[in-house]
């Protein structure tokens, strides 16, 4: 079988290294070529997966003429996602774009419409969609163990964007490196808000079976100094009650490694019961009407297609499918219009309807 060619482009991102791990592991697809304007950002993934110099480009536009991908992983800033998108999808390629979905709703939309134009498959990826736990939990609910949903409650976040690179390295940063990052950059899509609301948003979606809230509210701090937030509260009435979606940069530890208080993580709420389903878990704990006590469950380990990202759009394109559940444009177009609300809620202090 003709391998799926790859192409990485655009290195904002850390988690670019990642999800080119999964390519290179993957038996169907090859590294066909990455990109990205400063040579230096490519050199850790040129080392670790022995990527030739003729596939290393720093124009986008040579990259994929020469290379002629089947899909290309895209990690800009966010604030430039719909551009690269609309770089990318002339070229026929298939777009998996690494999370958040976009600074904005309208920036969102440009990226659907430009990959309908194209007729190629959209997704983005939420890390957090290939947690075990969060999968049992929404096994669980959807079987009805804990009745109709009524309310999300997500806490998450890290010690900061600047405490890892890819594959989970830690670093120390430094002032110099905060000034620098994007992360800390408003106009580029930088903070907690962002880089995180669209977890909880767009998989409370998924949780809410497609859902949408009746209006949004949302605190964020203020710290001295800085242009973004590293702290955020939003609160999402629904029809059926409150959401609470909470992001943090400054959590006590990195919950990859040991869970800080409050644990990162999801609790649902239903008529009939609940379900906690904290990050890299390996039990969630179910409390019904029957067993109120509660009991602790194992995670249900994930299997091909869906173990992660990579390898499920790649089933994907060979199998004609629609991508489904949080990377779908649909789910997360959602989560976007939530993150949206808050963004205004939080700029005019006041409750505001969902925006659209």
């Not at 551009?83 to 026929?92: C, K, R």
Request: hydrophobic residues 40%; aromatic residues 8%.
């Amino acid at each position: 079988m003709k391998k799926f060619k790859a192409v990485g482009l655009n290195f904002d991102h850390m988690h670019m290294g990642d999800l080119l791990r999964q390519c290179h592991v993957h038996p169907d697809v090859e590294i066909a070529g990455i990109c990205d304007e400063d040579p230096a950002r490519m050199q850790a993934v040129i080392a670790n997966f022995g990527i030739p110099p003729d596939r290393v480009f720093t124009d986008p536009h040579r990259c994929l003429a020469a290379t002629e991908p089947d899909f290309v992983v895209l990690c800009p800033a966010t604030a430039r996602h719909a551009e690269y998108v609309e770089l990318v999808a002339p070229y026929g390629a298939h777009l998996l774009v690494e999370k958040p979905f976009a600074a904005t709703l309208a920036e969102a939309d440009r990226m659907i419409a430009a990959a309908k134009k194209a007729k190629r498959l959209l997704a983005i990826n939420w890390p957090l969609r290939w947690v075990p736990g969060h999968v049992t939990a929404h096994r669980l609910l959807r079987e009805g163990r804990i009745g109709a949903l009524q309310e999300v409650h997500f806490y998450d976040g890290n010690r900061g964007p600047l405490w890892h690179t890819a594959d989970k390295i830690e670093v120390t940063p430094t002032a110099a490196m905060k000034r620098k990052s994007w992360f800390y950059r408003a106009k580029r899509g930088g903070g907690s808000m962002l880089d995180y609301l669209g977890y909880g948003t767009t998989l409370g979606t998924w949780y809410h079976d497609g859902r949408k809230p009746i209006e949004v509210t949302t605190v964020v701090d203020q710290p001295r100094g800085l242009e973004v937030d590293e702290h955020s509260v939003t609160i999402a009435r629904y029809a059926s009650g409150l959401s609470k979606f909470e992001t943090r940069w400054g959590t006590f530890t990195d919950p990859w490694l040991h869970q800080p208080q409050p644990k990162c993580g999801f609790v649902l709420k239903g008529e009939e019961g609940t379900i906690s389903s904290y990050d890299y878990a390996t039990t969630i704990r179910l409390q019904t009407r029957a067993n109120p006590a509660g009991v602790d469950l194992p995670v249900e380990g994930l299997e091909a297609p869906g173990q992660n990202p990579i390898q499920y759009f790649v089933h994907c394109i060979q199998e004609g499918r629609p991508v489904e559940g949080p990377l779908s444009p649909k789910i997360s177009r959602i989560g976007q219009q939530i993150s949206d609300s808050a963004v205004l809620s939080a700029r005019l202090r006041k409750t505001v309807k969902l925006v659209d």
